[in-house]
């Protein structure tokens, strides 16, 4: 090839080279609420870091490689016509040690810096705050046991998992059907939920804040709609919550708002209470599926609108926001089958009926 | 004798009036020539071929679920697919492409090509050969079945326990993609013995293990691997078989049964089988770089050496896949080693590699593009597998679209580049047809551009925490221009494979009857393009490695390099007249080993619809056994002369007198 459009193909490659730089860079900047990189907890930050070193010294190795291999293809073109051959070099031993050198040094280091942080990892401190964790298709229970952080009874909760920040929650994790992975990216990697079999994971907020994550195993056909969340709070609020939780549901009185009465009622009628269990208020969950109290076939609502969420974090209850909290709950019972996949079932409800379900679940505050 | 599956006991009294054999219902098929010839030959040319296009059906295939996966996925809340239809588009994909392209298109070009690179004149197994590619080929039916029955497998190519069981997937799709499977490993395994005692034993005269070329180590390396590996994946199939047909329990949770055994015996199959799908893939790169070089292989001895490094230690890493499951902290910390230590090998190639192109003479023609391509991408591949191998923040990135970059790095810019680079370089020699090397070059820079385009955002996905897997997301995760961007890429992709097609389409009035168009070193340059029958008229005997380079060229007095003055081609090539095949032997078409490979799928339908099928199906493959082993390799009947003796006589050259018993002339050592 002629020199000026080697030439213009190195400027293409530059040109190139920046455009991805730059929208790697602008990309970065979204708002990710998911991001790696992006770490909000002490355990997230060393994984962030420890990925960014081994990443750099891999970008070292990619320009040098690619570096030569660009040079090369650039400096070593046979012109036409030309058929003489150059040096038969078969390779030189000297040159292929101090190669497999290379490689061995680089691996040497990386795994000296990195093998501690396997076994820190493991290690979950024994005053941390303990929360059952139970993964099923599709959504996340959260039962908090009683311990010396948290006074009072045992309550559960489910898809939004609340921590107090700035200490260490081991989460002991079970599943009831399927394998499937916990994952809240900005607080630490992701630890697989097992059938038959008790993970232990550790999580930790630096700040009070709302965390994303989802389950990142795949599970079955709503896999993508298995989301979470972690609310962290400061622990005063934290202590807040777990008081407000912990307090049973009261049964609406006959003669109170007519409405939320008979979305009591028909809570049992069209038997929610089959499977939802509200603390106070429907106990006995007959169950469908392999469930127990502490791990109940649905989600436990006792407390239901103190959560931001619904379905495997799906569907949104903002708090500010009442009429799309409703909204967004009358079209979850007007048809479950929206979040696909979702084993909820429920019978074919009248509008007035979904209206009372409504007033009655409001009420679970 | 070698090990052919011709026993002399079996073999009739030379000269004797023979009948067909005792299980033959129709008449022996004895053309070699028109379409029927195709499903009776056991030439491992026309296999090869066979696979190879069956290869890239599936590509296409598997290629047009990637297409929906990326369509579904380009903008948030896609509606392309239901959640449903998009779980079995990608455990289509990912299985096809393993398991119906790779695999197969690999197979493809180690049956076409290790014989003739040996000097040899077919398989071990010429019979157990076609065996092999109908079995493959029916099990990829019989799997592709459940699309037409009822709904595709849904639960990911790796195919989780428990979530596979009759629970959670309730439909026919996984029982087909299990016996499917199945039916492709029995294929593997058998091709695997066939090509290991094929290297081993029908090497010609001279032709050591360590003068044999890098893309026949390559795939003799990975067939060890098939080998070994696949009874480990058969063993689980057939567990999740019993389980899901007969209620075995094997995965059943509430039967006390542990869901992690799936994941070992899985990775123990699954870890080597990336290495049976990159290294033969290395192997045809590394034939492509010295030929347009014009240099040799920088490191041989250093090529091979890491080649069966890579095999052994392949089989040490597999618990890198299940990190975040839990096993303990010693065993992560030493699989996290093991597969640190794996990139040494991995690195002397990619070394080699730039030593082999360093200060050579390179013809950047599109077979050493696509080699180029490969050593660039696979390079991307291996430098993320390291970040993957630090076990503490592979937590983050397991799972991700960071692996999901990484392995396409690996197996679309390692396999498929080495595969296109190894199509555009050999395809004159299989058919005759010089492939444009203009289109060619367009083919590779779409797939370049269309690879890092589809596969590069991924890693900054990944990063972002979008996990893999899932059928939709929303916006306001940061993930919608990326997702937008891969599937932009993937579309690139798909017109570079349709400029692929394109260009075949264009060759087929591009005949060239050049026996060594590129100025190859290696023994299929040394013979007529297309292959004829017998590959080498007379045995070969070997003096050198890249033999057919030491033959045409020669050192000067003065120490220049220069074209021997007469060259002697094995074949006659161009015009001259082609071999009188009468007096070469060759073994005999026979329709068994496609009928013993139809028993497969219809026992297959039986276990899943009725039970009396698989009593035909048994009868079938019983009597099609009785008939195969009945029947001698060579038909007397065959048209080069009457006598048995006939078709034993040494072929006219340096063939001795001793090898002239042996079933094939390219005879063993």
């Known amino acids: 090839m002629t020199p000026p459009l080697s030439g213009r193909r190195r400027w293409l490659v530059r040109t190139a080279l920046l455009a991805v730089l730059v929208l790697a860079l602008s990309a970065c900047a979204n708002d990710a609420p998911q991001d790696t990189l992006d770490p909000a907890s002490s355990f997230a930050e060393e994984l962030s870091q420890l990925f960014t070193g081994v990443f750099l010294a891999a970008t070292a190795v990619f320009i040098v490689v690619e570096g030569l291999l660009i040079a090369a293809v650039l400096k070593f073109r046979r012109t036409p016509g030309d058929d003489s051959f150059p040096t038969q070099s078969h390779g030189n031993p000297r040159t292929e040690l101090v190669l497999l050198a290379g490689p061995i040094v680089i691996m040497t280091v990386v795994a000296i810096f990195s093998v501690g942080t396997i076994f820190e990892q493991f290690d979950v401190p024994d005053d941390a705050l303990d929360v059952t964790v139970t993964g099923q298709k599709y959504w996340w229970a959260y039962s908090y046991p009683e311990q010396d952080g948290i006074a009072g009874g045992e309550f559960t909760t489910a898809n939004e998992l609340h921590i107090p920040t700035g200490e260490t929650v081991a989460l002991e994790m079970v599943s009831q059907d399927v394998i499937h992975s916990f994952w809240a990216p900005r607080l630490n990697g992701k630890r697989d939920v097992v059938p038959g079999r008790t993970t232990t994971w550790k999580i930790k907020a630096s700040e009070p804040g709302v965390y994303e994550g989802q389950c990142a195993e795949f599970c079955g056909t709503s896999h993508a709609y298995m989301r979470l969340r972690v609310v962290a709070h400061d622990r005063a609020d934290f202590d807040h919550w777990v008081a407000e939780q912990q307090q049973e549901q009261s049964v609406p009185s006959e003669t109170g708002d007519p409405e939320v009465y008979a979305g009591y009622q028909l809570f049992e009628v069209k038997n929610c209470a089959g499977c939802h269990r509200v603390d106070g208020v429907y106990e006995v969950v007959e169950a469908t599926r392999r469930s127990t109290p502490t791990d109940p076939a649905a989600p436990n609502l006792t407390h239901l609108f103190s959560r931001t969420c619904i379905a495997g974090c799906t569907i949104s209850l903002p708090e500010d926001d009442e009429p799309t909290a409703r909204n967004n709950l009358e079209a979850w019972l007007r048809d479950p089958q929206s979040k696909p996949g979702s084993l909820m079932v429920i019978g074919e409800l009248s509008e007035t009926e979904i209206d009372q379900l409504y007033a009655y679940l409001r009420t679970l505050d | ?669």
């Open chain 2, 1 to 669: 004798m070698a090990l052919t599956d011709e026993r002399p006991m079996l073999e009739l009294a030379a000269g004797d009036p023979v009948a067909s054999p005792p299980l033959g219902v129709f008449r022996r098929p004895q053309a070699i020539t028109g379409w029927r010839s195709w499903f009776t030959s056991v030439d491992h040319k026309k296999i090869g071929i066979m696979y190879g296009a069956s290869a890239m059906a599936f590509f296409a295939i598997g290629g047009l679920e990637a297409l929906l996966i990326r369509a579904q996925l380009a903008v948030p809340d896609g509606e392309v697919l239901s959640a449903e239809a998009y779980n079995q588009a990608f455990t289509l994909h990912g299985t096809t492409m393993v398991f119906l392209v790779i695999i197969p298109v690999l197979a493809a070009f180690a049956n076409y090509f290790i014989p003739i690179m040996i000097g040899a004149r077919d398989v071990a197994f010429p019979r157990m050969n076609a065996y092999s590619y109908w079995a493959f080929i029916f099990g990829g039916l019989f799997l592709y079945c459940s699309v037409l029955l009822g709904g595709g497998p849904d639960g990911g190519w790796f195919a989780y326990a428990p979530n596979t069981s009759v629970t959670w997937s309730p439909g026919r799709g996984m029982d087909f993609w299990t016996l499917g499977l199945i039916m492709t490993g029995i294929a593997s395994t058998v091709g695997a013995v066939n090509l290991i005692v094929t290297c081993l034993n029908m090497r010609a005269p001279g032709m050591t293990l360590l003068r044999m070329p890098v893309f026949v180590w390559m795939s003799l390396v990975a067939q060890f691997l098939l080998l070994f590996a696949l009874p480990v994946i058969t063993v689980a199939l057939f567990l999740l078989m019993f389980d899901r047909l007969f209620g075995a329990n094997f995965f059943n949770v509430d039967a006390g049964a542990d869901p992690l055994l799936w994941q070992h015996l899985f990775w123990i199959f699954g870890h080597p089988e990336v290495y049976i799908l990159v290294l033969p893939a290395f192997g045809i790169v590394s034939e492509v770089i010295p030929v347009f070089a014009r240099k040799p292989l920088f490191g041989y001895y250093a090529m091979v050496l890491s080649g069966i490094a890579i095999g052994f230690m392949g089989w040490g890493v597999w618990v890198h896949h299940m990190f975040a499951t839990g096993v303990g902290p010693v065993t992560v910390a030493a699989f996290s080693l093991t597969t640190m230590f794996i990139a040494v090998p991995t690195g002397v190639k990619i070394f080699n590699w730039l030593g082999t192109l360093w200060q050579g003479k390179l013809t950047l023609d599109a077979p050493m593009l696509f080699a180029i391509g490969l050593v660039g991408l696979f390079t991307i591949g291996g430098l993320s597998g390291v970040t993957h191998s630090v076990a503490a923040s592979d937590t983050q990135q397991t799972d991700t679209y960071y692996i999901v970059a990484h392995f396409h790095y690996v197996l679309f810019g390692g396999s498929m580049f080495g595969i296109f680079a190894g199509m555009y370089y050999w395809w004159p020699k299989i058919f005759g047809r010089l492939l444009s090397d203009r289109i060619g070059k367009v083919h590779f820079w779409l797939m370049f551009v269309g690879a890092n385009l589809t596969f590069g955002p991924m890693h900054i996905l990944g990063l972002q925490g979008m996990a893999r897997r899932q059928a939709s997301y929303s916006s306001g995760y940061g993930w919608d221009f990326w997702n937008l961007v891969a599937s932009v890429g993937s579309v690139v992709i798909a017109l570079s494979f349709l400029t692929f097609l394109y260009n075949v389409w264009h060759s087929r009035h591009a005949v060239t009857n050049d026996p060594d168009p590129w100025d190859g070193r290696t023994l299929e340059w040394a013979i007529a393009s297309p292959t004829p029958v017998q590959n080498f008229d007379a045995e070969v005997t070997v003096g050198h490695l890249d033999e057919w380079w030491h033959r045409k060229y020669e050192e000067g007095a003065d120490g220049v390099l220069r074209r021997r003055d007469e060259i002697t081609y094995l074949t006659p090539v161009r015009d001259e007249t082609p071999t009188d095949l009468s007096t070469i032997h060759l073994p005999s078409p026979s329709y068994w080993p496609m009928l013993s490979a139809l028993a497969l799928p219809i026992i297959g339908f039986g276990l899943l619809y009725t039970y009396w099928l698989c009593l035909v199906g048994g009868l079938l493959l019983v009597g099609a056994t009785y008939g195969w082993g009945l029947e001698p390799s060579v038909d007397p009947d065959a048209g080069h002369g009457h006598g048995h003796d006939d078709a034993h006589d040494p072929p006219a050259g340096e063939s001795s007198p001793a090898e002239a018993d042996d079933e094939l002339a390219g005879a063993p050592r």
